[in-house]
């Protein structure tokens, strides 16, 4: 049972264009939402991370935006970049339920220049 | 500091041959993580260890087995492995179990014939 939900799979967007990946998850006890970047031949590694008492979280030309009542949240890239091509992937936990990280199943995006 | 570490970076394997591969971090953190990564399918958690001494199945175990070797290092081994488990593995580790960010190896590639 996939219990967070990506979308797309995969994203192509003009360099200046802003970049957006949804996400969405079943687990109300889930309480911590980050997004995590990958390049190729690489770990991911963590971008940018969210908690559900706020609905926007904003770190330079990256943003997440969360509804708890609709259990989604996603991820804006501004100004997308060349250097920002990736695959990105979301993810949900619980504090109280001791449940690791579950992943979404990834976006792979191209930025063109 | 090196971070994560993860040896070996490729393996090729045939049907029923055993293996290990080895995790080591130097960030004096609690967590540690085993996940395989398949196109399309995200990161899965394999195993997982909350913290020196403790260990506990993920969403994937079967097929592995994992060592908490110190507070530094953790194993995972395949007994006898099998073509199902060709996959690219991720060590990672965290403070903390809750909530915290993970910080990932750079990978294992392992093909099983």
């Known amino acids: 049972q996939q219990q967070v939900k990506q979308s797309p799979q995969s994203l192509i967007v003009q360099k200046g264009g802003i970049s957006i990946i949804n996400c969405a998850y079943e687990?109300?006890?889930?309480?911590?939402f980050p997004w995590y970047q990958q390049f190729p031949g690489k770990g991911p590694a963590l971008l940018i991370a969210i908690r559900p008492d706020v609905s926007e979280k904003k770190e330079g030309r990256f943003t997440i935006s969360f509804n708890k009542s609709a259990k989604q949240f996603s991820l804006h890239i501004m100004d997308s970049q060349p250097g920002d091509s990736a695959t990105y992937f979301c993810a949900a936990s619980s504090d109280t339920g001791r449940r690791a990280l579950t992943f979404g199943s990834g976006t792979r995006l191209q930025v063109q220049p | 500091n090196a971070g994560v570490t993860q040896t070996p970076k490729f393996q090729v394997l045939k049907t029923g041959q055993s293996m290990t591969l080895q995790c080591a971090q130097d960030?004096?953190?609690?967590?540690m993580y085993w996940y395989r990564q398949d196109p399309g399918m995200g990161l899965r958690l394999i195993y997982y260890?909350?913290?020196?001494?403790?260990?506990d199945k993920g969403e994937v175990p079967n097929g592995y087995n994992v060592s908490r070797l110190n507070k530094r290092e953790f194993s995972l081994r395949l007994e006898s492995a099998a073509p199902s488990q060709t996959s690219v593995y991720f060590c990672a580790s965290s403070v903390t179990f809750k909530g915290n960010e993970q910080f990932f190896g750079p990978g294992t590639r392992l093909t099983v014939l």
């Open positions: 687990n109300t006890a889930f309480d911590y």
């Open positions: 260890s909350a913290s020196e001494g403790t260990t």
């Open positions: 960030m004096n953190h609690n967590s």
